[in-house]
């Protein structure tokens, strides 16, 4: 099995997509869908094969398929987010992972999940407690996986995914001003733009990462790592970021799974 990475494409709604911790602005729909464009050819020339989760057009905020779900080993855990308007973007995402051969299993009220909210480093899954997931979807996510879950607090951004991620090393980077403790993560690695905090890892020592955050860039590759740079300009009008953007599936194996 190679890696895979499902997508989604834009909704022509996506302007109408939910902002809750920054002001709205507008968005350019067609910029937008060129920009996914091109996010998907980054993903394909690092050979990632790239699966199209069928369109959600009726929901504006469904081109960030990572939140419906939460894959973890063989397991593909079916989110139900704190935004009830986004609950109906799980039913497509559900057939893409039970069709890629996931185990599915679903949680259900009253706990609420989205899967920007979880980080994988190893054995160890970091889950954001705040406006999208809740203290009992978080016991049921604890419940399901065969790992050490850690809830952290989240109240300046949207997801946990929108203040930190993980380096291919397992060290943690985010942006200290909205990060609620860094003291949670081992090894926390402050980045100098809001945007850098935010990295897709394509294998080996590359990254794929927002073009808003160059000074990051650089301080990614003084590292010895080799940022992948794509605009995503728009997207991140409605607090998206890279890794919103698509679930990658990476072989399932006996070794740990790497940090994502």
Avoid at 4 to 21: E, F, I, K, N, T
Avoid at 52 to 77: H, K, N
Avoid at 183 to 202: D, I, K, Q, T, W
Wanted: hydrophobic share 45%.
């Amino acid at each position: 099995m190679t890696n895979r990475a499902l997508v989604r494409r834009p909704s022509p709604r996506l302007a109408q997509g939910l902002v809750s911790h920054i002001d709205r602005r507008p968005v350019d729909v067609e910029l937008a869908a060129a920009q996914w464009q091109r996010y998907v050819v980054a993903l394909a020339d690092a050979g990632w094969e790239v699966v199209e989760v069928p369109p959600a057009d009726d929901c504006p905020d469904s081109v960030f398929v990572e939140d419906p779900v939460v894959v973890y080993r063989d397991l593909a855990v079916i989110a139900r987010s704190g935004a009830p308007a986004r609950r109906p973007e799980a039913t497509g995402v559900e057939t893409a992972v039970r069709a890629a051969g996931y185990r599915v299993a679903h949680i259900v009220a009253p706990g609420t999940l989205d899967g920007g909210d979880v980080l994988k480093i190893g054995s160890t899954v970091y889950v954001g407690r705040g406006g999208r997931t809740n203290d009992d979807g978080i016991r049921q996510l604890a419940s399901l996986l065969a790992a050490t879950v850690v809830p952290v607090p989240v109240t300046k951004v949207l997801h946990l995914k929108s203040a930190v991620t993980a380096l291919p090393d397992g060290s943690v980077i985010g942006y200290p001003p909205l990060v609620d403790d860094p003291s949670v993560f081992a090894g926390f690695r402050a980045v100098p733009e809001e945007a850098g905090s935010h990295v897709v890892l394509l294998g080996g020592d590359r990254v794929l990462m927002a073009a808003s955050a160059p000074a990051t860039a650089a301080l990614l590759a003084s590292m010895g790592l080799d940022p992948v740079a794509v605009d995503i300009s728009e997207f991140e009008k409605l607090e998206g970021c890279v890794t919103c953007l698509s679930v990658r599936l990476r072989p399932v194996s006996g070794a740990a799974p790497e940090a994502r």
